[in-house]
């Protein structure tokens, strides 16, 4: 059963669109250079608005411990999603200080064959709970997703997705989990016309 994530929630309207679609996850993104970034006081208080049934994935990108374990403690976020340099010995510590689960994301926008393999390894290799394959970061972008047949490990796919192209993903690559944002908004805001499309996909495939 493909598991869903719908990312960068930063309003209340958000909560509100997302509690009745009931994702597996809501995401909030502590990065200021995002145009969907939170502060640690507006995401308890979303957090606190969230369906307990959903859990709070906290998006980060090079961010000081202490700081993700602030938010943790405060009940503001459940896990944690790391998307810059974090190396294996960052989630090994992250991981024994917190116990949260960890999902680390792998670029593979405009690399090499060469080079892809190489990050490919670095997956299999990742001490992560989980890992998440993306073009970019938060790029909002659509790869080559046949490259993604030979990973043996369960990844979470995001990059592009919307309800236009979720059932080919769903078909083609059987992914762990989609993660989406951009997809399912318009003009920069959370659309729940697109969020309940993409919703019913997921469930028609899974049942």
């Known amino acids: 059963m493909t598991r869903i994530k719908l990312c960068g929630l930063f309003r209340e309207e958000d909560i509100i669109m997302v509690n009745r679609a009931l994702p597996d996850y809501g995401g909030f993104v502590f990065y200021e250079k995002s145009k969907r970034n939170v502060t640690d006081e507006m995401a308890l208080k979303l957090r606190s608005l969230l369906d307990r049934r959903i859990k709070a994935v ?27 340099h974090e190396d294996n ?35 299999e290799e990742s001490p992560a709970d989980h890992i998440l394959i993306d073009s970019g970061k938060g790029s909002g972008q659509v790869f080559d997703w046949s490259i993604l047949k030979g990973i043996k490990r369960p990844f979470f796919l995001a990059g592009g997705l919307k309800p236009d192209n979720i059932e080919q993903a769903l078909t083609e690559i059987s992914p762990f989990g989609l993660d989406l944002s951009s997809g399912i908004e318009t003009e920069g805001l959370k659309d729940e016309e697109k969020i309940t499309a993409v919703m019913e996909i997921v469930r028609r495939k899974r049942y």
């Open 58 to 84: 906290g998006v980060f990108v090079d961010c000081d411990q202490g700081r993700i374990l602030s938010l943790l403690k405060s009940g503001a976020i459940d896990m944690v999603q790391l998307h810059g």
């Open 89 to 123: 010995d960052y989630i090994k510590n992250l991981k024994n200080s917190t116990g949260a689960e960890i999902i680390k994301a792998f670029q593979i926008k405009d690399r090499s064959l060469k080079e892809t393999g190489e990050i490919f390894k670095l997956m």
